[in-house]
């Protein structure tokens, strides 16, 4: 029988999953299902700033490029992720008191030093992740506060100057239909495009938490991003539920939101859709904050055991 992988390489499209290097050491179902079922990786957390840099002049890149390796030995493209992120900065951080010029110094070198080292091998940055807070205004961060909104224009040509070829990407989350926040993001990488900042897509992470995106405004809002010359990305796609509001056959109704979001994608022309881990196990939504308490764990393709769910199924006769 076929696998999603096979079916996604027959369309051309990309089906991707968030990877951990330490489940690929530990746990062989997890290796093989990263293998044969996906045709594009990404570093669920390996290429983040917290984890690559122990401390402020030196790297470590072990994590980072076992997920790469890992990628390259089964022809998986890489997706890269991320390097501008107000999240998960190395716990030295907390204690440096620098001054903006230092605070941009590091923050080209960080872009320079990490595109550089994957040129050719990773296919797609997330630069900037989540930027923009919830009510569309521009987020208060460290890099904002230091750097001003200068510092988007920056990442984005930081990372070209090394790496002409790769694709740039904008990355967040709560904008994946047309709302208050996707607009913000309209506007603001309209304004970076018309200054010729180096922006080649859009990543749309969807996570979709109690709160499902509805399918048909994705859709309009996919074809929005593309008429402003950018692609399209669902970049951490998971699927879950309220606790308590679950309907009584959640795996189904679940698997049919996988479809019609899949669905919806490819009719707009989005063609590379990852989810946010393998398997439920791995789920993010697991382990974060109060998410256990709030949103039912098991949002992905796969069960517990790398069994495939009827999300998978949905997702591989969509294709
Ligand atoms: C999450 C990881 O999945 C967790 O393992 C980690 O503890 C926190 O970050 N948006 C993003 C991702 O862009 O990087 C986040 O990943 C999930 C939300």
Request: net charge negative.
């Amino acid at each position: 029988e076929q696998t999603l992988r096979d079916v996604a390489d027959e369309r051309g499209v990309s089906l991707g999953a968030a990877i951990d290097p330490d489940t690929l050491r530990r746990n062989p179902s997890y290796w093989k299902t990263a293998s044969s079922e996906f045709n594009l990786l990404t570093p669920e957390n390996a290429l983040k700033m917290g984890p690559l840099r122990p401390s402020r002049h030196t790297y470590d890149f072990r994590d980072a490029d076992a997920v790469v390796e890992f990628g390259e030995n089964h022809d998986a493209t890489i997706r890269g992720h991320t390097l501008v992120w107000h999240n998960q900065k190395p716990d030295w951080f907390q204690a440096w008191e620098y001054t903006p010029e230092q605070l941009r110094a590091f923050l080209r070198d960080h872009i320079h030093t990490v595109v550089g080292r994957y040129h050719g091998r990773i296919d797609a940055w997330d630069v900037v992740n989540e930027a923009v807070a919830d009510d569309g205004s521009m987020r208060r961060t460290v890099w904002s506060d230091a750097l001003g909104e200068e510092y988007l224009a920056d990442a984005f040509r930081w990372a070209r100057e090394i790496d002409p070829d790769v694709d740039l990407y904008y990355n967040d989350y709560g904008a994946d239909e047309v709302n208050e926040k996707s607009d913000a993001i309209y506007d603001l990488l309209e304004r970076l495009l018309a200054r010729d900042v180096p922006i080649d897509g859009v990543g749309l992470q969807l996570h979709a938490l109690g709160d499902w995106p509805d399918p048909d405004s994705i859709a309009e809002n996919v074809r929005r991003f593309q008429d402003l010359g950018l692609e399209v990305e669902i970049t951490e796609m998971d699927v879950a539920y309220h606790r308590g509001e679950a309907p009584s056959n959640p795996l189904e109704v679940q698997a049919e939101y996988y479809r019609d979001v899949v669905d919806a994608c490819l009719e707009a022309g989005c063609e590379t859709i990852v989810t946010w881990g393998v398997g439920d196990g791995n789920s993010w939504l697991r382990g974060f904050k109060d998410f256990g308490e709030r949103y039912t764990g098991d949002p992905l393709l796969f069960d517990d055991r790398y069994e495939p769910k009827p999300a998978y199924h949905a997702v591989k006769d969509t294709l």
